[in-house]
């Protein structure tokens, strides 16, 4: 990108967080467009430039991860096999900085779940899993259109991030998060065993 671009990322960034900062502080009711502005030190016009309300700038957060995850999975090596790919692309963007924490996603989850943001969930679910679709039919030369596999396989891995989110909220333990990420990714691309009763008998 050139330096232009990046500063455009940037600004488009540090708005969207200030967002979901203010949002997990003060309610998402009791923030405003100028709040974040100034949070994120730009003006109420550079706000309206990049977002039509504060809604949308604290999903874009989703849809961002996303689009970074699908350049990483067409920078990963050609040789590499598809889920191995996948998988160490998401992986990638869920370490270091990214790497979440209990308190602040129990603040977020209670943001994500006000009305005023469900309308704009769900079309941020339906950009994040068209961006990994794309980035999938890209590195497998499919069509993410027209055929089933991309879109099914970015379905799986949203799901598979989502529950792994979950369980590690509920399970209380000290363990960092990427582990139960990366065991959540290897099942589904496992395939999901049977591991009903029956299916063990011999």
């Known amino acids: 990108m050139s330096l232009r671009e990046r500063k455009k990322v940037a600004a488009r960034e540090a708005l969207s967080w200030a967002a979901l900062r203010l949002a997990t502080e003060r309610g998402l009711e009791h ?28 999903c874009a957060i989703g849809v961002d991860r996303q689009l970074r995850i699908r350049d990483a999975i067409l920078a990963r090596p050609a040789e590499e096999p598809l889920w191995e790919a996948v ?11 990214g790497e979440p924490d209990r308190e602040h ?18 079309k941020t679910h339906v950009a994040v899993e068209t961006a ?11 069509d993410a ?20 989110i979950g369980h590690w909220m509920c399970a209380g333990r000290a363990e960092p998060f990427l582990p139960t990420l990366a065991d959540a990714l290897n099942q589904v ?14």
Not at 37 to 52: H, I, K, L, M, P
Not at 132 to 142: F, M, P, S, T, V
Not at 189 to 202: F, Y
């Open 87 to 97: 998988t160490n692309a998401v992986l990638e963007q869920y370490s270091g900085p």
């Open 105 to 122: 996603l129990a603040r977020v989850r209670l943001v994500m779940t006000s009305p005023a943001l469900r309308g704009e969930y769900l």
């Open 145 to 164: 259109g027209r055929d089933l596999y991309p879109r099914l396989m970015a379905a799986v891995v949203g799901g598979a991030v989502r529950v792994a």
């Open 132 to 142: 990994l679709a794309q980035g999938i039919a890209e590195r497998i030369g499919a």
């Open 189 to 202: 691309a496992a395939g999901m065993p049977d591991l009903s009763s029956d299916s063990r008998k011999p």
């Open 31 to 58: 923030v405003r467009v100028e709040d974040i502005a100034t949070e994120a030190g730009v003006s109420a016009r550079t706000f309206n430039n990049y977002f039509s309300s504060k809604e949308e700038a604290i």
